[in-house]
């Protein structure tokens, strides 16, 4: 079991560290044939017992991320990890499948973002609690988070212990707030943001979301229409829907919506003499 003071450091890296997975204090990850990974479903391999299991799905792009996650999670002996995948558009069938008491879910998802994950997710299986990993310490994505029924929101800097205890805490049906955010300010937060008039983005369907952050992301129609099994005439009728829903009239505009929606992460200035690397997302199968 894990102290309540120890670093993530203790089992390897922190959690937001870029740091390889083979100084895992806890063993490497298990080879695999492509870096990319959409998803993986695990078979359980521990000994049933009197303590109940609890069961996780966890997902997160970064392939050094969710190893340390997944390693974290796996030294409490009542923490199970039956799947994971890095790609957006796949957890909610995942969870579907899978059925655990938790997902773990990071914010800035490829494909589908980790807010709108939480939402269809809550919608299509209630009984799985979903915890919000985040590097952002903002009172936007916390309430959002929260007004899709996440039942915790953990900040990438957070100590190990806090992780762990937002799972025990969700699994029994409480909610969970990471340091340094309070009850109070958000209660404060969720107030003011129901009082606010209705937003344009309420009245897309599931569907045109995820077109919205497929487009967001420069997928064309071709390519939207292979990455969610649909034909290219249905993708580009949704990308009309999802302009005239919005009001919005081209590309740029929808660029800047989905920055200040959330549906894109915000973009970070660089230091001089720095360019920004263009991110590699995982091929459409």
Known sequence: MLGAGTPLALVGVRIDAGVDPAYFFCGPPAPRDSVDLTETVKKSEKASGSQATTRIVLADDQNVVREAIKCLLELEADFEVVGETADGLSVVSLVDRLKPEVLIVDVAMPGLYGLEVTRQVRERSPKTAVIVLSRYVNEW?????????????????????????????????????????????????????????????????????????????????????????????????HRANVMRKLRLKNYAGLIKYALARGVLPPIE????????VKRRRPMPQ
Do not use: C
């Not at 009850?183 to 009245?203: C, I, K, M, N």
């Not at 200035?269 to 920004?276: D, E, K, Q, V, Y």
């Open 141 to 237: 994505y916390v309430t959002e988070a929260l007004r899709n029924g996440a039942s915790g929101y953990v900040v990438k800097q957070a100590e190990a212990h806090e992780l762990t205890r937002a799972v025990r805490m969700v699994a029994q049906g409480r909610r969970y707030l990471s340091s340094p955010l309070s009850p109070e300010d958000v209660q404060s937060w969720l107030l003011q943001a129901e009082r606010l008039t209705g937003d344009s983005y309420e009245s897309l369907t599931s569907r045109e979301r995820e077109v919205l952050q497929l487009v967001a992301e420069g997928y064309s129609s071709t390519r939207i229409a292979r990455r969610l099994s649909i034909s290219v005439r249905t993708a580009e009728a």
């Open 269 to 276: 200035p660089l230091p001089p003499g720095f360019r920004a």
